[in-house]
């Protein structure tokens, strides 16, 4: 069930936001969990570092607002900062010490009501629906540029015949104040299934121009996939 959400074109890298970003593991006889959230923390720094530098990313947006079906057994296995991120918390509860180091007051209490201890994921019975928080991995000032675009797309969509749609469509192209990175490109897949590998590659090829070096990334230093292109 686990995947990378980012891959890497020359020095280009492409994040799938929403929920791909979610790590699962298998515990004892083959249950799954939650286990954490992409990027952890080493990974944020070296995204950080490439947002700094001027190196083109391209986040495409059409699952970032997508919830996720989880069992309740799940939900529960899960720990304890990944259910609050889920749930949309914002401030973890008070921690407790014991032998084994600070862990939350609520932990074990209250799994009888997954989301009411943080009151921020839907669901009823046995599937609770939780949502990645929205691009928490970038500076808010580009995060919001992203929130514009999908409301100016969802306005798009609304008013173009599907058939007129084209595979991928990308933000606008003006110009951006510097401190929103205008080397940060946003994307909606409206044909996932149209839109393979290689495709993707040109796409990326054709939005960053003379940036993309035409080889194969063998030793990707993000953790991603590296793709030739």
């Known amino acids: 069930?686990?995947?990378?959400?980012?891959?890497?074109?020359?020095?280009?890298?492409?994040?799938?936001?929403?929920?791909?970003?979610?790590?699962?593991?298998?515990?004892?006889?083959?249950?799954?969990?939650?286990?954490?959230?992409?990027?952890?923390?080493t990974l944020r720094a070296l995204l950080a570092d490439?947002?700094?530098?001027?190196?083109?990313?391209?986040?495409?947006?059409?699952?970032?607002?997508?919830?996720?079906?989880?069992?309740?057994?799940?939900?529960?296995?899960?720990?304890?900062?990944?259910?609050?991120?889920?749930?949309?918390?914002?401030?973890?509860a008070r921690t407790e010490t014991d032998g084994a180091g600070a862990r939350p007051a609520a932990e074990h209490a209250k799994t009888d009501a997954p989301c009411a201890e943080f009151g921020g994921c839907a669901g009823h019975?046995?599937?609770?629906?939780?949502?990645?928080?929205?691009?928490?991995?970038?500076?808010?000032?580009?995060?919001?540029?992203a929130a514009a675009f999908l409301t100016e797309s969802d306005e798009t969509l609304a008013r173009t015949p599907t058939a007129l749609l084209p595979p991928l469509l990308l933000e606008d192209p003006r110009p951006q104040p510097q401190h929103t990175a205008p080397h940060v490109r946003f994307a909606r897949r409206l044909l996932p299934g149209a839109l393979t590998t290689a495709r993707l590659a040109a796409a990326v090829r054709h939005i960053f121009g003379h940036r993309q070096p035409h080889r194969e990334e063998t030793a990707p230093r993000y953790g991603g996939t590296a793709v030739a292109c």
């Not at 069930?1 to 891959?7: A, D, R």
């Not at 890298?13 to 799954?32: D, K, M, S, Y």
């Not at 986040?59 to 529960?76: F, G, I, K, N, S």
């Open 1 to 41: 069930m686990n995947g990378t959400p980012m891959l890497r074109f020359g020095e280009a890298l492409v994040v799938f936001e929403g929920p791909a970003r979610i790590n699962w593991r298998t515990a004892r006889q083959g249950e799954w969990a939650p286990d954490g959230i992409w990027p952890e923390q």
């Open 50 to 92: 490439h947002i700094d530098s001027g190196s083109p990313l391209l986040v495409v947006l059409d699952e970032a607002r997508d919830t996720v079906p989880v069992l309740r057994e799940e939900w529960e296995r899960a720990p304890y900062p990944v259910r609050a991120a889920l749930a949309g918390a914002h401030t973890l």
């Open 125 to 145: 019975g046995e599937i609770i629906e939780v949502r990645v928080p929205f691009l928490d991995w970038l500076p808010e000032p580009v995060r919001a540029r």
